[in-house]
């Protein structure tokens, strides 16, 4: 039995026959090609692109019969840079002038591009890279005459281990039985990754060596809530995880038919349970499971749907108001673009032709309400859009306005006066307008000094909303998608738990409403310190809710407060995780 970590990116049980997959093409070499014959392997070029978009319209269509036209539209992303001068005439050139075959020629200007990204620190950026590697990928095959990787039918259950994953492998490889992904490379919001979300099939990326390890085992368990591969599990966990999975399948099926229930802890305290939304798909979902509204709408992939472009005014009206229609009262909180300055330069061009952004950190620079204070022509057309759509909606619609990466009352004051300007604005345009804007706005604390003055951002905001991921991450100094120091990254890190006891007072205080987003408001051993602290709403991904409903049912607020206290007295998050998996038992009502 083995142990291999990863990052769960779409959550769930998958245990079967391990079959492992490495890249879609045989290895290239480089073959001169004689001057005569240049033409025909220009034309044979064309004719490998013709074929490649031809197949993705097919998958293309294939998703939107089978999904919905909004996740088809990851694939126009990758038509795009079929399409694009800077990768298709390139690779004309180089079979030009160097009179090499095009299969060479491809793999050649696909690495020239690929190395722009990777001197982008934005993760965004890099994930968008993670497009042209797909592209690649597709190409060579039509070049080459591979076919694109496929598992032999078989009665038992498959699991696929692979270097990498293109968003039509992941479609096929699903419909050819394979109920579970491991990836050793691929970003946390790749469209590989949204995909697998929208098929509800299990999927880790970033596990090392997973294909070499996985040749040796018979059998192979995913565990995405643990974030773990197994190999050659015992009986025992097999039926533990088959168990899991059973009851998380029955917990949701019972929710859906019940339209989730009203959310509290076993003493009665009760509990605002909200969604976490990037597409209008996941509304529906989140409804029928009781989701009392949207608690963080991330408005940033609206902008990863359309291959980086970032939607007009007039298309992010049209988004909001869906959602508003649907949502009646209930609150739609719209984080407003959390990107960076190199994401934004790529706003009006196919992603291949972006240049560095020349920030040295950039995850430390322009990024969230910085950018948008920083280029306001971006963030008021945003404003505009949002409030058009409480507009066109009417009083019913409860729109809330969240600024992401706020570090100080500066930020809020500004951001606030360019809300009065736009509401000016659309007055002396004629619409008929009250004096003051009947939205909301929130910010995130995601950043330690948001932490130490939220005090201050509670007395001037209407809600606050931890985002724990980032929160976690700058309080430890660690990026957790490298996975050098993956491990470095502890969210029941006793430093962490402080910060979250301070802005938990304030939830307590009822100065204004605080509610935790970040991947802890959904983890078994972390909602019980939460509650602790203080915290009485949450906002998790639509899937997770009845497991969320299942855990606080069975917490004691005040056993909750005196594990907290306890906790902030150990030295390290092992100490704390210890503490948590003695306690929990004591913790049911």
């Not at 290239?28 to 392997?41: F, G, H, K, N």
């Not at 995909?195 to 059998?219: F, Q």
């Not at 950190?361 to 505009?384: D, T, W």
Request: hydrophobic share 40%; with cysteine.
């Amino acid at each position: 039995m083995q142990y291999l970590h990863g990052r769960s990116v779409a959550g769930g049980v998958a245990i079967g026959k391990p079959v492992c997959l490495r890249g879609g093409t045989a290895e290239l070499r480089r073959l001169p090609v004689a001057d005569d014959a240049v033409d025909a392997e220009i034309a044979r070029f064309e004719q490998g692109v013709r074929d490649t978009l031809g197949e993705l319209a097919q998958t293309r269509a294939t998703v939107e019969i089978r999904l919905s036209d909004e996740l088809a539209g990851v694939f126009d992303a990758h038509a795009l840079i079929l399409q694009d001068p800077l990768f298709v005439d390139r690779i004309a050139e180089v079979i030009q002038h160097s009179k090499v075959n095009a299969e060479w020629a491809v793999q050649q200007v696909s690495d020239e591009l690929q190395a722009r990204f990777g001197q982008i620190e934005t993760e965004y950026l890099k994930e968008r890279g993670q497009d042209l590697r797909d592209v690649t990928r597709y190409l060579l095959n039509a070049l080459s005459g591979t076919q694109a990787p496929d598992v032999a039918p078989t009665s038992g259950e498959l699991v696929v281990l692979s270097d990498e994953l293109t968003p039509s492998e992941i479609l096929r490889l699903t419909r050819q039985g394979v109920c579970g992904f491991v990836v050793e490379r691929g970003g946390d919001s790749s469209h590989t990754v949204i995909l697998a979300r929208a098929l509800g099939v299990p999927l880790l990326i970033g596990v090392e060596n997973a294909t070499d390890v996985g040749d040796t085992a018979e059998v192979v368990a995913i565990d995405a809530q643990s974030g773990v591969l197994i190999l050659e599990p015992t009986a025992d966990q097999i039926e533990s995880l088959l168990e899991r999975s059973c009851e998380q399948e029955t917990s949701w099926l019972e929710e859906v038919e019940r339209g989730g229930g009203e959310a509290t802890t076993a003493c009665g305290a009760p509990i605002e349970l909200l969604a976490n939304v990037e597409l209008y798909d996941e509304l529906e979902d989140a409804l029928r499971l009781g989701a009392d509204g949207v608690g963080l709408y991330r408005s940033e992939f609206m902008s990863i749907e359309r291959d980086g472009v970032v939607p007009s005014e007039e298309d992010q009206k049209a988004r909001y108001v869906q959602f508003l229609e649907v949502l009646g009262e209930r609150p739609f909180v719209v984080r407003t673009f959390d990107l960076s300055v190199g994401d934004l330069e790529q706003a009006s061009c196919s992603e291949v032709t972006i240049e560095a952004s020349g920030e040295e950190n950039p995850s430390l620079g322009l990024r969230g309400i910085r950018l948008g204070l920083a280029r306001p022509e971006f963030l008021r057309s945003q404003l505009r859009a949002l409030a058009r759509s409480k507009l066109e909606v009417g009083a019913t619609a409860n729109l809330q306005v969240m600024a992401p990466m706020v570090s100080n009352l500066e930020e809020i004051h500004t951001l606030r006066a360019m809300i009065r300007e736009v509401w000016a604005d659309l007055q002396a345009a004629g619409s008929h307008l009250g004096e003051v804007p009947d939205v909301k706005l929130g910010a995130m604390v995601e950043t330690p000094a948001a932490v130490l003055v939220c005090e201050q951002l509670a007395a001037e905001l209407d809600f606050l909303s931890v985002g724990t991921n980032d929160l976690v991450q700058y309080t430890l100094a660690v990026d957790r998608s490298n996975e050098s120091v993956a491990q470095t990254y502890q969210p029941n890190h006793p430093a962490v738990l402080k910060l979250l006891e301070r802005v938990g007072r304030v939830a307590v205080s009822g100065e204004c409403r605080v509610t935790v987003c970040g991947e802890m408001a959904a983890d078994p051993a972390s909602l019980p310190l939460l509650i602790g602290a203080g915290f009485r709403s949450f906002s998790v991904t639509p899937r997770l809710m009845p497991g969320v409903r299942k855990v606080l049912a069975r917490l004691d607020s005040e056993q909750c407060g005196r594990l907290l206290k306890d906790a902030t007295t150990r030295a390290t998050a092992r100490e704390v995780r210890a503490l948590v998996k003695e306690k929990l038992d004591l913790l049911v009502s």
